[in-house]
């Protein structure tokens, strides 16, 4: 005879242990009225005892840390627009021409990538070098 393993929700084995906790029964009395080894479910009560101090303490701790992470991203996120827009105000755009002027090639903080997204322009156009062709024979 095999036994089919079944898969419990976290809600019912709360619901188990507490009535556990709660000495409505002993261990087997439960186990019988839930359909569940009273080795499982001393192995939930242990389990849930020893969980049972990071309720309080870490998830706190936990979320502020990760609040605190999302905050210095966001700021260096503020920072970051806060050049960017510095640097559009610095270098209004007129025509494609003028636009490639302003893209500085050693900007410390804005990348090459960056500038030309801000100025609409396509990289590889900064790149390019016009070099007008030569009168006469070859």
Same mark, same amino acid.
């Not at 479910?41 to 005892?49: C, E, G, M, R, V």
């Not at 970051?80 to 003028?98: C, G, M």
């Not at 090459?112 to 024979?137: A, D, H, M, W």
């Given at each position: 005879?095999?036994?089919?393993?079944?898969? @419990?929700?976290?809600?019912?084995?709360?619901?188990?242990?507490?009535?556990?906790?709660?000495?409505?029964?002993?261990?087997?009395? +439960?186990?019988?009225?839930?359909?569940?080894?009273?080795?499982? +479910?001393?192995?939930?009560?242990?389990?849930?005892?020893?969980?049972?101090?990071?309720?309080?303490?870490?998830?706190? =701790?936990?979320?502020?840390? =990760?609040?605190?992470?999302?905050?210095? /991203?966001?700021?260096?996120? +503020?920072?970051?627009?806060?050049? /960017? +827009?510095?640097?559009?105000?610095?270098?209004?755009?007129?025509?494609?021409?003028?636009?490639? =002027?302003?893209?500085?090639?050693? @900007?410390?903080?804005?990348?090459?990538?960056?500038?030309?997204?801000?100025? /609409?322009?396509?990289? =590889?156009?900064?790149?390019?070098?016009?070099?007008?062709? /030569?009168?006469?024979? @070859?």
């Amino acid at each position: 005879m095999t036994k089919e393993k079944r898969q @419990h929700s976290p809600e019912f084995k709360t619901k188990v242990v507490l009535e556990v906790l709660r000495e409505t029964g002993t261990i087997a009395e +439960i186990a019988s009225k839930y359909g569940v080894h009273p080795n499982q +479910i001393a192995k939930w009560k242990k389990s849930f005892l020893e969980k049972a101090p990071e309720i309080f303490s870490s998830k706190k =701790s936990d979320r502020e840390k =990760s609040g605190q992470q999302l905050e210095s /991203e966001l700021y260096k996120k +503020i920072g970051q627009l806060q050049i /960017e +827009i510095d640097w559009l105000k610095k270098n209004r755009i007129l025509n494609s021409v003028t636009r490639r =002027s302003y893209v500085e090639m050693q @900007h410390k903080k804005i990348s090459i990538k960056r500038q030309c997204e801000l100025l /609409e322009l396509n990289r =590889s156009t900064v790149y390019y070098k016009f070099y007008p062709k /030569e009168t006469g024979g @070859h």
